[in-house]
């Protein structure tokens, strides 16, 4: 085990395909006081050697575990022509649409406030006549606005957990908009993720500290052995108060240059899209 500084105290926190790797490497003088030949014997390796290469960075560096945002991260940021079609459909122009829209959004992703009277509120300041068929239809793009895959990002988390990270989810997430992504049939991938929060299961919203910390409860980290990406600043201020390593996620190129100079992280799959 290296004696480097910062490295030690990963000594019990050794990725599994470090683990196989060190099974596999017999020492020479054990393999010939068996008879065995070893050329034969290292002819098998059991791990590859960009996996192994990756494994040895994991070790590195003192991040093991990665923390997706949903919304901007895994999936793309809202898709403005739905925005545009829900202020309409509000009567709404959009710079008043966006404030009233984001007044009491934590309160629908905690799980207290009903879509039903989150977009009831907001037809009564614009002076609207709600109606089931009217918040069905508006409820509707805004869940459509905001489920748009990002795959290069999906494909990343991949890469990582097949280089020895463990990866999770902690997102703000209403029940309505959860209920929809689950009933599309194309998020079978979200069961990858080895902890997975979304705010409306645990009456909990980013970015209050509760609901970090569970989420390092969950995996049994400590916050400095965890990075956590979002797109919005104050969620990533949220997540360096109670110690948490986090990056503001703009674009998957521009966030690579930092993940991979500052955190030794296997960046493939978001520089170029392709799967390592």
Same mark, same amino acid.
């Given at each position: 085990?290296?004696?480097?500084?910062?490295?030690?105290?990963?000594? !019990?926190?050794?990725?599994?395909?470090?683990?196989?790797?060190?099974?596999?490497?017999? #020492?020479?003088?054990?393999?010939?006081? /068996?008879?065995?030949?070893?050329?034969?014997?290292?002819?098998?390796?059991?791990?590859?050697? #960009?996996? &192994?290469?990756?494994?040895?960075?994991? !070790?590195?560096?003192?991040?093991?575990?990665?923390?997706? $945002?949903?919304?901007?991260?895994?999936?793309?940021?809202?898709?403005?022509?739905?925005?545009?079609?829900?202020?309409?459909?509000?009567? !709404?122009?959009?710079?008043? &649409?966006?404030?009233?829209?984001?007044? $009491?959004?934590?309160?629908?992703? /905690?799980?207290?406030?009903?879509?039903?009277?989150?977009?009831? *509120?907001?037809?009564?300041?614009?002076?609207?006549? +709600?109606?089931?068929?009217?918040?069905? *239809?508006?409820?509707?793009? $805004?869940?459509?606005?905001?489920?748009?895959?990002?795959?290069?990002?999906?494909?990343? +988390?991949?890469?990582? *957990?097949?280089?020895?990270?463990?990866?999770?989810?902690?997102?703000?997430? %209403?029940?309505?908009?959860?209920?929809?992504?689950?009933?599309?049939?194309?998020?079978?991938?979200?069961?990858?993720?080895?902890?997975?929060?979304?705010?409306?299961?645990?009456?909990?919203?980013? %970015?209050?500290?509760?609901?970090?910390? !569970?989420?390092?409860?969950?995996?049994?980290?400590?916050?400095?052995?965890?990075?956590?990406?979002?797109?919005? %600043?104050?969620?990533?201020?949220?997540?360096?108060?109670?110690?948490?390593?986090?990056?503001?996620?703009?674009?998957?190129?521009?966030?690579?240059?930092?993940?991979? +100079?500052?955190? *030794?992280?296997?960046?493939?799959?978001?520089?170029?899209?392709?799967?390592?």
């Amino acid at each position: 085990m290296s004696t480097q500084p910062g490295i030690s105290h990963l000594s !019990l926190r050794i990725p599994p395909y470090y683990v196989t790797a060190i099974r596999g490497a017999r #020492p020479p003088n054990r393999a010939r006081s /068996r008879g065995e030949n070893r050329t034969a014997y290292r002819a098998r390796p059991l791990v590859s050697f #960009p996996a &192994f290469f990756y494994t040895l960075r994991a !070790l590195q560096s003192r991040i093991t575990t990665v923390i997706f $945002d949903f919304g901007g991260v895994l999936g793309h940021p809202q898709d403005p022509e739905r925005a545009a079609t829900m202020a309409s459909l509000c009567g !709404l122009p959009m710079e008043r &649409f966006r404030l009233l829209y984001a007044r $009491d959004r934590l309160e629908l992703d /905690r799980g207290t406030l009903t879509a039903e009277h989150y977009w009831g *509120r907001i037809l009564q300041e614009a002076g609207v006549a +709600s109606s089931p068929e009217l918040v069905e *239809r508006i409820e509707r793009e $805004d869940a459509l606005g905001w489920t748009r895959v990002n795959q290069r990002v999906v494909d990343w +988390s991949d890469e990582l *957990r097949g280089a020895g990270y463990r990866t999770a989810i902690l997102s703000n997430m %209403p029940t309505d908009k959860l209920s929809f992504m689950r009933a599309s049939g194309r998020m079978g991938w979200i069961g990858n993720f080895e902890a997975v929060i979304f705010s409306c299961d645990v009456a909990l919203v980013k %970015p209050e500290p509760a609901i970090y910390r !569970l989420c390092l409860e969950m995996l049994a980290v400590t916050p400095g052995e965890c990075i956590f990406l979002d797109d919005s %600043p104050v969620n990533v201020e949220g997540a360096r108060a109670v110690g948490i390593n986090a990056l503001l996620f703009r674009s998957a190129e521009e966030s690579a240059v930092e993940l991979r +100079s500052q955190w *030794r992280l296997p960046v493939k799959c978001l520089v170029d899209g392709v799967h390592a």
